[in-house]
């Protein structure tokens, strides 16, 4: 049978660490816990689960970090969650299995990671993520923000999700301030932390610096394509907030040069052409996303509301804008077969009623 060291690296935690060692710990042969400086209670409550408890002098480098808790492993396997991560039971019983059938050179086991829900708790923001490593494949993280192991070798895709279940908000400007650092040092930013250093970019509101870190991504073509799809979104909102529609448009227009487009981006052209008052137009996009299929091993980020809730009810807003009003309210009640309590789909049962429909 496969065993598997449960890696996590930990500050100031004590709201969540219990709730997730709870979930984790039945299918963890050793869990190995990294505190990096908390000053409450989050070693405590550690203690309660493993004396595997080590301490790293924190240096704004989550690879390091975790690269430290995973050299004091000592399973088959490394299996990395964050404090506020949750393992439902279902994904243990399945991590479970694995642990029984896996082929034992497997080198990385992929899973879900579902962060935000909607009104019904389904996963609304999924990614796939590299969450258990072959110990002897030697696999390194890499980033001191956003880290990431690249998967390689013999990956198997497992259905077993990890839940993001945040209490808290991140520490404000945190991984801005690290990447700062790194380029004041005369770092290079590779492409994929140049994705990363251009959205903390626009959530920090610098939006006309993070439109040049886009732009220079995406001219140069370099790195993963859903991350360069992202960015041309990313820069579309960035000239968007400093009312440069044309440029805006342009910059998620060309997010079709990086491939087939995802139902995601086409409900993101959905949305710009309905905001530009051209509601065939958006139609249009909202069908297509219907259409287009999901593919949960991608790695890009995905919105499952995008293949059929989300271009249903703005299907419903299109059609009821060109004067269609039943054929909207066909739409609102397919999307609402989909999720029955949603306040929207709700609010358009009663205006459609109101008219007889």
């Known amino acids: 049978m496969n065993t598997i060291s449960l890696c996590m690296i930990v500050r100031d935690e004590e709201q969540t660490l219990d709730r997730c060692l709870c979930s984790a710990a039945p299918i963890a042969d ?21 004396n595997r408890i080590y301490h790293f002098d924190w240096i704004d480098d989550f690879a390091a970090a975790r690269n430290f808790s995973f050299s ?12 506020d991560d949750v393992l439902p039971g279902e994904s243990a019983r399945e991590i479970g299995r694995l ?32 969450r258990m490593i072959r110990r002897a494949a030697g696999l390194r993280w890499v980033g001191a923000v956003h880290e990431v192991i690249a998967p390689q070798g013999k990956i198997l895709y497992s259905k077993a999700a990890v839940e993001h279940r ?9 991984n801005l301030r690290i990447f700062e650092r790194m380029l004041g040092r005369g770092e290079t930013l590779d492409a994929r932390q140049q994705f990363y250093y251009g959205r903390e970019l626009c959530e920090a509101g610098e939006t006309a610096r993070a439109a040049a870190v886009f732009e220079r ?53 959905g949305a710009w052409f309905l905001e530009e008052n051209q509601p065939e ?30 271009p249903l009810m703005q299907l419903c807003v299109c059609l009821d804008r060109m004067g269609d009003h039943a054929g909207a309210a066909r739409y609102n009640e397919l999307a609402g ?21």
């Open 217 to 269: 991504l995406i001219d140069r073509g370099e790195g993963w394509a859903p991350n360069l799809i992202d960015a041309c979104g990313q820069l579309c909102d960035c000239y968007a907030a400093q009312g440069e529609r044309t440029k805006a448009s342009a910059a998620l227009l060309r997010a079709l040069c990086f491939g087939p487009p995802r139902a995601e981006l086409c409900c993101r052209l």
């Open 166 to 174: 945040k209490c808290k908000p991140s520490e404000p400007g945190r």
């Open 281 to 310: 137009t958006a139609a249009f996009w909202y069908q297509t996303a219907l259409q287009r299929p999901a593919d949960d091993r991608s790695g890009a980020f995905v919105v499952p509301g995008c293949h059929g809730f989300i």
């Open 30 to 50: 050793e869990i190995v816990i990294v505190d990096t400086g908390s000053v409450d209670k989050t070693v405590e409550i550690a203690e309660k689960y493993t």
């Open 337 to 357: 077969a989909l999720r029955p309590q949603s306040p929207a789909y709700l609010h358009n049962r009663k205006y459609f009623a109101a008219m007889g429909l």
């Open 72 to 83: 004091r492993a000592a399973c088959d396997y490394c299996l990395w969650l964050d404090a």
């Open 99 to 130: 642990k029984r059938e896996m082929p034992p050179d497997t080198d990385v086991v992929m899973m879900p990671y579902h962060t935000a829900f909607d009104e019904t708790g389904a996963p609304a923001f999924v990614y796939c993520r590299e």
